[in-house]
């Protein structure tokens, strides 16, 4: 299916994956929109992605801030095609160190705000009979890491959330569906690079292609998951 002129929201598009995946939307010819909550990040990343793309300042974990980034949408484009809700953050700590407010801050962005994105945009696909959303999930959620357990919660959060959510859209022409990436170079793992270096990195233009493959589906057609990973990265068997 073509993604021309198709509108697509990515939150946290101002870096990282979310940032590249921009970059493979616009290459579609999508009109693309990008949020986060950092307004210079925003502003570089559209210098560096070009004309079509559009920033709208946005805390995903607030709820009149979501909303008003829908209706902003709606105003400007009079549709909402594509969701990536990819706005996300870890926290490394042993969980019975774990102070209550790192664990409420990593559930807040990584799935309250996953929600709020999805059930705004669900309102508008319901109307349109159509759209896609993908959730950037993690290979920690289907397999925990030491000291992550904030993270590892909130992405098995994500996997129930897209299931509950695919099942709701497809009376309504809606796919929902989860890409788990494995290690990806991005500031997510500032004071970590090590693991990251020694594990191996996906290139982030290998996201990009993923997401456009997820999305170029025939419209009765869903990937519900999808799972990328270094070929050298620890995940599999057990040794
Ligand atoms: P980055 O730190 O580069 O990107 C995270 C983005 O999320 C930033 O642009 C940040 O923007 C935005 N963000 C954070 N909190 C909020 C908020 N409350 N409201 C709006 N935007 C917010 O890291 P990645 O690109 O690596 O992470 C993107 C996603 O990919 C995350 O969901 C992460 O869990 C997932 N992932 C990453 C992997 C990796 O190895 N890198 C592996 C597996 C999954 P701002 O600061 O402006 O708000």
Redesign the pocket.
Known sequence: MSLSDKVALV??????????IAKALLAEGCKVII?????E??EQAKTELGSNVESMV?????EGQVENTFSSIISNYDRCDILI??????AKAKAHEMKYETWKKVI???LN?AFLCAREAMKIMIKQKSGRIIN?????GQMSRPENAA?TA??FGLEGLTRALALEGRDHGIAVSIL???????????GREEI?EREG??PLEDIGKLAITMLSMSPNVNILGSVILPITQPYLGRG
Do not use: F, Q
């Open positions: 939150t946290g598009g101002g870096s990282g994956i979310g940032k590249a949020n986060g909550r950092n307004e990040k925003l946005c805390d995903v974990t607030d809700n990819n706005a996300g953050m870890a807040n962005v990584n705000g950037i999930g993690s290979i920690s993270y909130s992405k788990h990436p494995g290690n990806v170079g991005t500031d997510i793992w500032k990251a990195l996906i």
